[in-house]
């Protein structure tokens, strides 16, 4: 919850799966993020299974946390850090890492 409020504190629009359709499938989150032209950001690696070996559209980009997750304020820190350090994120799988982001061109329908 710490990094949704301090995402939501640097004026980022955040919708919250976990709180606003708790159970939802990792498809039911890419149509929504799809329908919402929003970006998702997730710790969960179906997400590039999802997009690369069946296809399936996430146009806006995907932000894939690899990190070590001491506190609930590490990953609040390291989340706003790289979403406030690039705004090419749309059309990418992105993978943030502790040290690096490596991005790679999500392909098209």
């Given at each position: 919850?710490?990094?949704?409020?301090?995402?939501?504190?640097q004026g980022?629009?955040?919708?919250?799966?976990?709180i606003e359709?708790?159970g939802?499938?990792d498809?039911?989150?890419i149509e929504?993020a799809?329908n919402?032209?929003?970006?998702?950001?997730?710790f969960?690696k179906?997400?590039?299974e999802?997009?690369?070996?069946?296809g399936?559209?996430?146009?806006?980009?995907?932000?894939?946390?690899?990190i070590r997750?001491?506190?609930?304020?590490?990953?609040?820190?390291?989340?706003?850090?790289?979403l406030?350090?690039?705004?090419d994120?749309?059309?990418?799988?992105?993978?943030?890492e502790?040290?690096?982001?490596?991005?790679?061109p999500?392909?098209?329908?």
């Amino acid at each position: 919850m710490e990094a949704v409020e301090s995402l939501r504190a640097q004026g980022h629009d955040v919708a919250w799966v976990r709180i606003e359709a708790p159970g939802s499938s990792d498809l039911e989150v890419i149509e929504r993020a799809e329908n919402e032209n929003r970006l998702i950001l997730t710790f969960d690696k179906d997400f590039g299974e999802l997009i690369f070996r069946l296809g399936k559209a996430a146009s806006n980009g995907v932000i894939l946390f690899r990190i070590r997750t001491p506190s609930a304020e590490y990953i609040a820190k390291t989340a706003v850090a790289a979403l406030d350090s690039r705004t090419d994120w749309e059309g990418h799988f992105s993978v943030v890492e502790d040290d690096r982001i490596r991005m790679t061109p999500i392909p098209p329908d």
